[in-house]
């Protein structure tokens, strides 16, 4: 069954840049049936979508982020990267890699199906 | 401010029914589908309805979707403490181009 890990640093001091990386298990992110994306969730508070990257390399970024983001694959290891760039406190938030269905191709399709654990990453000084 | 909006709080006693809604507009919920997520304290969303109505493998039906114009609703009939949690809608915006969510309920189970 299909897992996802995030990984990376808990704490980034201000301006620089997060950067973390979602191991995926039990299925391969170079299937064609499935968008890989990055959410977010500051402490108490709702959940954001950041971007996604499908083929491997095509990516599709949030309007308010894209000046800050990055989204990569790796397909050797089975793994996709995020990095944000410039981070403020404003930052500081869960991040989580899940997976979602190309509509009318996977079930469930358009809807993120499987998520990771999250990891939380805190900008600070 | 989330573009979907969702009452703050919803609460039920053990075997009620709850109904949580999800307002939005034409170029959301008026444009495409509908996903309901329920988080459990401390851990990650876990996808409970999809294309406003479908249900994913393992998910109990007692949770239900509805969608109707540029609203959508999760019912949960047979509360149980378990269903205590915070419960997120979910949809593509054509407008902004991005993925909204709701501001999340919390449910309580009294």
């Known amino acids: 069954q299909l897992q996802l890990q995030e990984s990376g640093p808990g704490l980034v001091k201000p301006s620089e840049t997060l950067s973390l990386t979602c191991s995926v298990s039990g299925g391969s992110i170079s299937s064609s049936s499935y968008y890989w994306d990055w959410i977010r969730q500051p402490p108490g508070k709702g959940l954001e979508w950041i971007g996604n990257i499908y083929n491997s390399g095509s990516t599709y970024y949030n309007p308010s982020l894209k000046s800050r983001v990055t989204i990569s694959a790796d397909t050797s290891k089975n793994q996709f990267s995020l990095k944000l760039s410039s981070v403020t406190a404003a930052d500081t938030a869960v991040y989580y890699c899940a997976r979602h269905g190309r509509a009318g191709i996977a079930v469930p399709g358009n809807a993120f199906d499987i998520w990771g654990q999250g990891t939380m990453v805190t900008v600070s000084s | ?110």
């Open chain 2, 1 to 110: 401010q989330s573009v979907l909006t969702q009452p703050p709080s919803a609460s039920g006693t053990p075997g009620q029914r709850v109904t949580i809604s999800c307002s939005g507009s034409s170029s959301n919920i008026g444009s495409n589908t509908v996903n309901w997520y329920q988080q459990l304290p401390g851990t990650a969303p876990k996808l409970l309805i999809y294309s406003n109505n479908q249900r994913p493998s393992g998910v109990p039906d007692r949770f239900s979707g509805s969608k109707s114009g540029t609203s959508a609703s999760l019912a949960i009939s047979g509360l149980q403490s378990e269903d205590e949690a915070d419960y997120y809608c979910a949809v593509w915006d054509v407008s902004l181009n991005v993925w909204v969510f709701g501001g999340g309920t919390k449910l309580t189970v009294l």
